[in-house]
């Protein structure tokens, strides 16, 4: 009999890092069955290979689907919960990249939550998705997956921004990773849980956008939708961003994009165009007086592409211009041509 959320099945995303795939893996199927059902991994196109190693795996809770073409990471997701929906009748879905895991009985504190909130009561959550608190693994907290509430929804949290809070003004504080649970708004797809009724209420995300904000694009529609989610720091979950040497492995990890160095280049153009879809979502009609600060803001990073500037230009362009038309049917391969990689 399944554990107290009922059927669980995992959905992992991975391209070309096989050993990152190897210890998530292991990491999931030290579950037992009555906590994860199955594991749906989407390869997205691997060539290191991690399909052949996929092939000779035996346990028979692993579903591979493979595609042809890398889908990014939003194809890739589309495609695992498809998946997952489809053939394997789940209750919930765990969302995670290749290199994000449960930490060790993760998956067993997600099934315990409201037993351990009612005093053993039957598992009836009051969220429609579960964000886990992601660490590194020596500890940290992993700043890149640090989930937040839309300050133009919530006067706290936009006069925190408004005043100078950055990140830390609409974010989850620290000390909320030791407190009992939150309403939020916006998380990562790393230790990302989601009832499959919400799924069938909001779809699939767009396997259009490539890269980057695919997941905030998706959790904050829930939410719009009027779905509820749930912060819960007692459910644990570890990025290992061990191959990144900076001392802040977290904002390495979002390819200096904070900074304004974008490498390889092609990720200017969905960083940008993404991200405005996320703001006009997120501020509705002050989306258009707070374009007039962040795009001279964005224009300043082009003295980070030295030589590359031109090009940069150019994929900033069309990035604002298909972000502002909500255009997401871009070929990866039209994109690469604006960078000069086509």
């Known amino acids: 009999m399944p554990a107290g959320a009922g059927r669980l099945v995992a959905v992992v995303v991975t391209h070309n890092r096989l050993d990152k795939l190897k210890a998530t893996l ?10 994860l ?45 498809r998946r997952a929906m489809e053939a394997h009748d789940p209750d919930w879905l765990a969302v995670m990249d290749d290199d994000g895991r449960p930490a060790p009985g993760g998956l067993r504190a997600f099934h315990d ?9 039957a598992w009836d959550s009051a969220w429609d998705a579960v964000a886990a608190a992601v660490y590194f693994p020596d500890g940290r907290i992993c700043e890149m997956n640090r989930p937040s509430r839309n300050p133009f929804w919530h006067a706290r949290e936009f006069l925190r921004t408004l005043f100078g809070g950055g990140r830390s003004g609409f974010h989850v504080q620290p000390s909320d990773y030791e407190g009992p649970g939150m309403q939020i708004d916006v998380t990562s797809f ?15 995300p767009d396997p259009e956008l490539f890269i980057y904000g695919d997941d905030g694009l998706y959790t904050l529609g829930l939410t719009k939708a009027g779905g509820r989610i749930g912060f819960e720091p007692s459910v644990r979950f570890e990025h290992d ?25 092609w990720k200017a153009y969905y960083y940008h165009r993404n991200l405005l879809l ?15 600060v962040v795009l001279p803001k964005w224009l300043l990073k082009t003295r980070q592409h030295g030589g590359s500037r031109r090009i940069f230009l150019r994929l900033m362009a069309h990035a604002v211009r298909d972000g502002l038309l909500r255009r997401t049917a871009v070929s990866h391969q039209r994109v690469l041509q604006l960078s000069g990689e086509g």
């Open 278 to 292: 996320l703001y006009r979502m997120a501020a509705g009609w002050l989306f258009w007086p707070a374009l007039l």
């Open 26 to 35: 292991a990491r999931l199927l030290e579950s037992p069955a009555d906590e």
């Open 190 to 204: 790393v230790g990302f849980f989601i009832s499959a009724a919400a799924v069938r209420r909001i779809g699939y």
């Open 113 to 121: 939550l409201p037993a351990h909130r009612q005093g053993g009561a």
């Open 37 to 81: 059902a199955a594991v749906v991994v989407a390869d997205n196109a691997s060539s290191d290979g991690t399909g052949a190693w996929l092939a000779a795996q035996e346990d028979p809770r692993l579903d591979i689907c493979t595609s042809g073409t890398n889908r990014g990471g939003a194809g890739g997701f589309e495609m695992g919960m």
């Open 241 to 265: 961003l061990s191959t990144f040497q900076a001392k802040d492995a977290g904002q390495a990890k979002q390819d200096a994009a904070q900074r304004g160095r974008f490498i390889p280049l």
